[in-house]
Every structure is written in C-alpha cells, then in structure tokens.
C-alpha cells in the first residue's frame, strides 16, 4: 500500500470517527484506541502480520490526532 492510500484510509476512519461521536455511539478517542488494539493483536499474531498491524497503527493515530485537533505535519 503507498503513503496516499494509507493517509487517505486514515482520513475517512477519522471521519467515520466524527460521524460516530456526532451521533453518540463512541467517541473519536474510542474508536482509535480500538484501532490501536487491534494493531496490537495483529502484531502479536506474527510476524507475516507485521505490515498490516503498522498500517492498522498508523491508522489509529491519524484517527487520535483528528480527536485531538491536531493537523498533520509533513
């Protein structure tokens, strides 16, 4: 997967977050720690699940950084 297609992954889950706490059913932080462990999980499944549990990561924190407001920095 390129650098485009991840970010662009983690934009809509970022979105899909907003729309989520909008609407009362978890909050942004939630779902990104939820990616976060699902990160976790992968990794620990081993290690042909590497790359997928580092976009899984990265997703989650592009979701905790839209959480907390932040924007990217490149």
Do not use: H, P
């Amino acid at each position: 997967m390129d650098d485009d297609a991840r970010e662009a992954i983690g934009t809509v889950l970022a979105a899909i977050g907003g729309i989520l706490e909008r609407d009362g059913v978890c909050s942004t932080y939630e779902l990104a720690e939820t990616l976060g462990g699902v990160a976790m999980m992968t990794a620990e499944a081993g290690e042909q699940f590497q790359w997928r549990a580092a976009y899984i990561g990265s997703w989650a924190m592009m979701v905790n950084a839209a959480a907390d407001g932040r924007q990217r920095v490149n």
